[in-house]
Nanobody
């Protein structure tokens, strides 16, 4: 099982980034996918979630209206489009795949830094 995040980097406030998470080793379309983030000295927090079919999404209040989660089950990939980035969005972003009774998998994380 592998979840490989990419797309992180350094961006100025107000900028955009698109994170990707490529999955392999399990039936991607059976799993809901989530993005978490963890800032230095803080607990890991849930940012966004998408159901296995992509029909439903949910977001943390802090990112609602700025971030969009999506998935392509044909490509076994989940995305996080991040717009209007703020310094407080700086964190390591983690991809998670979860399905009740099947598994709970994590990627290695990708750093997002928002600074001028």
């Amino acid at each position: 099982v592998q979840l490989v995040e990419s797309g992180g980097g350094l961006v100025q406030p107000g900028g955009s980034l698109r994170l990707s998470c490529a999955a392999s080793g399990f039936t991607f379309s059976d799993y809901r996918m989530r993005w978490f983030r963890q800032a230095p000295g803080k607990e890991r927090e849930l940012v966004a979630v998408i159901t296995s079919t992509g029909d439903n999404t949910n977001y943390a209040d802090s990112v609602k209206g700025r971030f969009t989660i999506s998935r392509d089950n044909a490509k076994n990939t989940v995305y996080l489009q991040m717009n209007s980035l703020k310094p407080e969005d700086t964190a390591v972003y983690y991809c998670n795949a979860q399905a009740w009774g099947k598994g709970n998998y994590w990627g290695q994380g990708t750093q997002v830094s928002v600074s001028s």
